[in-house]
């Protein structure tokens, strides 16, 4: 990780290395992430959406790549591709009319529409503005980049409108085309990522979830950075740091790049203490909690982040050897399953937590 950091910063001189220096020790030292409860909201419904396209691993192996090593080193045995035809937006779109028809909602009733992905349509406008063309909402709707950490970022902006009393029915998506990010000939990257589009539309309880019978809310919530690490996962090319040139494009720059063993310990450490300081701030134990649904990035990460937590592994949801890494979908997606599945009622507590690029994380108890 130093040497990343020691590369990054020589675009920036002496000075930008040693304020990266700086923030990474202040990091280290201090409390991480920002606690924070948003009461009285619900999640209404769920739906996604995954393109038809089955990538299994043995169709991988024209590539070089190791099906026995994909499912021992990942747990991912398929993904889902979206056709070249289809773009962010498209799979929101389609995530949304599930989501819509399972709450019972109108376009007309949407007041807020957030959409978490880092693979828009378009640098800009943003695809949260196509999707709100193509469902015809009269609402606001902005993009949110935080990567695998987008979603539980989207959920708590949605939240904080809809307990601030600004919004009654936000639609939240995470949706990414991760396909289109990572390198064909990187081996060991390519296979980890499919595309899908998960959504929520959150509104108020009808209950106080301060009230003895518990009505729902995020409990608690913590959501943090730590941009000192920024570069163990990044697209070098096609910002203006670096625009896109001819010769970037050349050297693979366009692609994600990722240092897997630095990702993997932070992962597991950045879940193991903001999920303790999450159920400390709310007052529950973890034998409480009926689901977790962690950002579904590699079993070995999901094994070892839960290994400190008093659940069994029954409660843990795991849907990643289906879909494999679909950065700011994943948690929606594992949502709208657990639900489809009958996995989750009224009063139930639910963990959630997402982490990824930036570095970044949210992680959040929700009563159900």
Same mark, same amino acid.
């Given at each position: 990780m130093e040497n990343n950091l020691n590369a990054a910063a020589s675009t920036g001189g002496q000075a930008g290395q040693s304020k990266r220096a700086d923030a990474c020790d202040a990091a280290k030292l201090e409390t991480r992430g920002r606690m924070g409860t948003a009461l009285g909201v619900? +999640?209404?419904?769920?739906?996604?959406?995954?393109?038809?396209?089955?990538?299994?691993?043995?169709?991988?192996?024209e590539l070089?790549?190791?099906?026995?090593?994909? +499912?021992?080193r990942t747990g991912i045995l398929r993904r889902r591709r979206a056709a070249d035809n289809q773009a962010t937006s498209d799979l929101c779109y389609e995530a949304a009319l599930r989501c819509m028809d399972n709450a019972k909602v109108s376009p007309s009733a949407i007041d807020l529409i957030i959409v978490a992905t880092i693979t828009p349509d378009h640098p800009t406008p943003s695809t949260a503005c196509h999707l709100q063309r193509r469902l015809g909402a009269v609402a606001p709707a902005m993009d949110i980049n935080a990567a695998c950490a987008g979603f539980m970022y989207a959920m708590t902006t949605a939240s904080q409108f809809i307990a601030a009393g600004n919004a009654k029915c936000v639609l939240v998506i995470g949706a990414d085309l991760m396909s289109r990010t990572v390198d064909p000939k990187d081996i060991k990257t390519y296979p980890l990522f499919g595309d899908a589009a998960g959504a929520v539309i959150m509104t108020p309880d009808d209950q106080d979830a301060s009230d003895s019978e518990g009505g729902s809310g995020l409990l608690s919530y913590q959501i943090g950075s730590e941009g000192c690490g920024g570069e163990m996962l990044c697209i070098p090319a096609g910002g203006t740091r670096q625009p896109l040139t001819p010769d970037a494009y050349a050297e693979g720059q366009q692609y994600l790049t990722m240092d897997g063993r630095s990702v993997f310990k932070w992962a597991v450490r950045v879940f193991d203490e903001s999920a303790k300081q999450v159920l400390d701030a709310a007052g529950v134990g973890a034998d409480q909690l009926e689901l977790v649904v962690l950002h579904q990035a590699n079993q070995r990460i999901i094994d070892s982040a839960v290994s400190g937590l008093?659940?069994?592994?029954?409660?843990?949801?795991?849907?990643?050897?289906?879909?494999?890494?679909?950065?700011?979908?994943?948690?929606?997606?594992?949502?709208?399953?657990?639900?489809q599945g009958g996995r989750l009622k009224r009063g139930d507590y639910v963990l959630l937590c997402g982490f990824g690029a930036g570095l970044a994380w949210g992680t959040a108890l929700l009563r159900w």
């Open positions: 619900r +999640v209404l419904a769920t739906g996604s959406y995954v393109p038809d396209q089955i990538v299994t691993n043995e169709d991988l192996a070089g790549c190791d099906s026995d090593w994909i +499912v021992r008093n659940v069994t592994a029954e409660k843990v949801f795991v849907n990643l050897d289906e879909y494999g890494n679909t950065s700011g979908a994943s948690i929606p997606l594992a949502l709208d399953e657990a639900v």
